[in-house]
């Protein structure tokens, strides 16, 4: 791909970063100003960034090569599974919404971290102890997002490793830059317009390369059948309740913003031809997916779609039931929904109760059910480049799939390749943003109250909060400048193919650092009573996080020198497993109630 294709990209990195500037100066007189939400950050904003932020490199890599392998079934358990995750934290709002509330009006913490150590004898040390654990699973995961990043980008410029370096760090300082000016507000409002372009990009790419395998006319294998039949259901539903608006088209404006500047109104209308336009793609998608079936014969693709779904697949049962229970608990875990969470009710908080259950009804009703969609759209999206472009199985299906584009030299083939390098660089940003703000907050909001309590965000002055807000920044930064340092490393040494099921199930271990938190929320949410709360005293809770961090190191150690992958996917129902032991045994040890 030559240099000018990168064009593209950059104006559409360029379209993201504006709501970054315009809320460069908005109101950051408190902590919660600046990492929760600033003033009009409206809920439906928040809910595509959530969306955004779920559709993580991580993760399309391996749906990508099942879909294009034919392995069905992983994507199926994990489309479904992260849907029914983030439906969990909806069904038990009430007290996730009761401790924000508070934590909100008295200017407190309001992470994951608070909660836990709140519900279990309010010690500081459990605190402490679940913040590191936060940041040691995001800086993995940071450090997997970029060598999933690198390991798609790569064949795009031509396997050229200096160009991947460059644009993979230029990708992290611009995400740095954009949370520092801006805060978390801004990094929601471009992480909302870097899903409209992602969706333009993957909508596009799907268009295309059906028009290929329309135009060649080849017969389709049975997992291409249905590939073809998903994304065009998928298409639709998306089409009917989105009603061609996939972005937000209100105001970026600050809190101190006195009249809409001329470029949040360019902005404004842009995204209101961009709605029109995705519209107009699904609706294509899904005649062209009609002509393609009605070509291959409609009981032919009956016969096919259910010999598609009883393939069998090479991930062993443990593995599917790892990928089954991660993404059905860690949406609960992770540090990034309770911000969003908190931003979405202090938005609300000035309205009627009823009112303030049917928005977040909406945010996490659509938040849930796209982003399964949108997953299980990426696997059939694999299938479909795999069969258009004749693209044969092997051991790195993405780096053969744009070869294959490559070498068919037209036009159809060059706007694909364009169009795919701007889907994984908005999948990859949106993603790390969300992980540079999570970890910002973890810094602010736990690690600096436990050391210097005179910084807690209730008891902090002006002058104090920029100062912990620079110790935050400094401690944030430098967190990342050693993802960065770990990417070059790990990608230069390292011989693991970052989409394929090993490095699943290792990003899945190091998970349980988070997956870990499970037990002792659920434990203090389904065991409430009228007197308080089921809980643990701090020691049995610190006990139960470190023995799930543990879980999953104790299996990243025995693969390395067993070489046997089962280790790896049986980390995380460990984890799950031995922390609901573990509370159970407290709880029947215990001899009063807390």
């Avoid at 379209?15 to 600046?34: E, F, K, M, Q």
């Avoid at 070509?295 to 010999?307: E, Q, Y």
């Avoid at 920044?473 to 230069?492: E, G, K, N, Q, R």
Wanted: with cysteine.
């Amino acid at each position: 791909m030559s240099l000018t294709a990168l064009v593209p990209l950059l104006l559409s990195l360029g379209i993201c970063l504006i709501p970054v500037w315009l809320l460069r100066h908005s109101g950051r007189t408190r902590a919660h100003d600046y990492l929760v939400a600033s003033p009009h950050t409206r809920p439906y904003v928040v809910r595509n960034a959530s969306i955004a932020y779920a559709l993580r490199m991580v993760a399309i890599g391996p749906l990508f090569v099942w879909g294009a392998s034919g392995e069905l079934w992983p994507a199926i358990v994990v489309s479904a599974c992260f849907g029914l995750g983030i439906y969990l934290i909806h069904v038990l709002r009430r007290p996730l919404l009761e401790f924000l509330d508070g934590a909100l009006s008295a200017d407190e913490s309001i992470t994951v971290h608070a909660f836990i150590a709140r519900q279990h004898g309010n010690d500081p040390r459990v605190r402490m102890v679940a913040a590191t654990l936060t940041l040691f699973a995001l800086f993995c995961l940071f450090v997997g997002e970029t060598l999933a990043l690198a390991a798609f980008v790569r064949p795009l410029v031509k396997e050229s490793a200096t160009l991947t370096y460059w644009l993979v760090l230029g990708g992290l300082l611009v995400i740095a830059l954009s949370v520092i000016l801006s805060g978390h507000s801004g990094i929601m409002h471009s992480s909302q317009q870097q899903l409209g372009m992602l969706y333009l990009s993957l909508f596009g790419s799907t268009l295309l390369l059906l028009y290929l395998q329309v135009s060649a006319r080849t017969p389709l294998p049975s997992h291409g059948t249905l590939a073809v039949v998903v994304a065009a259901l998928c298409s639709a539903i998306v089409l009917g309740y989105r009603s061609s608006k996939y972005i937000d088209t209100g105001p970026v404006r600050g809190a101190t913003a006195s009249a809409e500047p001329l470029c949040a109104r360019g902005l404004s209308r842009f995204e209101k031809i961009l709605n029109v336009l995705l519209s107009i793609l699904l609706i294509l998608i899904i005649l062209l997916a009609i002509v393609e079936l009605h070509t291959a014969g409609w009981p032919n693709v009956m016969r096919d779609s259910a010999a598609a779904l009883k393939s069998a697949t090479r991930i062993p049962g443990v593995g599917l039931v790892a990928l089954g229970l991660l993404p059905l608990f860690y949406p609960l875990t992770d540090i990034t929904n309770w911000l969003r969470l908190a931003a979405t009710q202090k938005e609300t908080a000035r309205v009627e109760p009823r009112q303030r259950s049917a928005v977040l009804r909406g945010v996490f009703g659509i938040y849930a059910a796209e982003t399964s969609l949108m997953l299980l759209f990426m696997c059939m999206f694999g299938a479909i480049a795999a069969t258009a472009v004749a693209t044969k199985a092997g051991s790195d299906i993405p780096k053969a799939f744009v070869a294959q584009l490559i070498a068919a030299d037209n036009a159809a083939s060059v706007v694909t390749l364009t169009l795919f390098l701007i889907c994984v660089f908005m999948v990859a940003l949106s993603t790390m943003s969300a992980m540079f703000t999570a970890c910002l907050s973890t810094v602010r909001y736990d690690v600096l109250e436990t050391l210097w309590p005179e910084l807690a965000p209730g008891n902090a002055k002006a002058s104090t909060e920029s100062t912990a807000r620079h110790r935050s920044l400094i401690a944030s930064v430098a967190l990342v400048l050693a993802a960065a340092t770990a990417f070059c490393i790990a990608d230069t040494f390292s011989q693991i193919d970052f989409t394929g099921s090993t490095f699943v199930a290792l990003l899945s271990a190091l998970c349980c650092a988070q997956l870990s938190f499970a037990p002792l929320i659920l434990g203090a949410i389904l065991g409430r009573k009228p007197g308080g709360v089921r809980s643990v005293s701090p020691r049995w809770a610190m006990i139960i996080l470190v023995s799930g961090a543990v879980t999953g190191v104790a299996a990243v150690v025995i693969y390395l020198v067993t070489g046997v992958e089962a280790w790896l996917w049986s980390a995380s129902p460990a984890c799950l497993g031995s922390g609901g032991v573990l509370f159970i045994i407290a709880r029947a040890t215990s001899r009063r109630p807390a």
